[in-house]
């Protein structure tokens, strides 16, 4: 079975860092696109930024410069750094993977969150 568990999230005053992980188990991170999106109040879930298989990176404009994503092939995770967050940060965050099967299309997992919230 596929599973990927979110950590790392808590509470960081405006302006700190945070590093939110994404441990996956059952599938390889490093074959895969791994996104991390959040979601706000009463709104869907966002794109905050994707790692693709071939490492390229994404990222929402308003995290660019702010916010970092790396990969442990050896830890099958992927990691997102999080620095000089702001209030707008606040928000549970979500690791989403999407595989595709030949023959079968795309098929896309999520974890089940990590909370992050900042304040003063």
């Known amino acids: 079975q596929i599973h990927l568990v979110e950590s790392g999230g808590g509470v960081a005053q405006p302006g700190g860092s945070l590093r939110l992980a994404c441990a996956a188990s059952?599938?390889?991170?490093?074959?895969?696109?791994v996104a991390w999106y959040r979601q706000g109040p009463g709104s869907e879930r966002i794109l905050v930024a994707r790692?693709?298989?071939?490492?390229?990176?994404e990222y929402v404009d308003s995290v660019k410069g702010r916010f970092i994503l790396s990969r442990d092939n050896a830890e099958n995770t992927v990691y997102l750094h999080m620095d000089d967050l702001n209030l707008a940060d606040t928000a549970p965050y979500y690791c989403?993977?999407?595989?595709?099967?030949?023959?079968?299309?795309?098929?896309?997992?999520w974890g089940q969150g990590t909370r992050v919230t900042v304040s003063s």
């Open positions: 790692l693709n298989k071939d490492g390229s990176k």
């Open positions: 059952g599938i390889r991170v490093s074959l895969n696109d």
């Open positions: 989403n993977l999407v595989t595709v099967i030949p023959g079968l299309g795309e098929y896309d997992y």
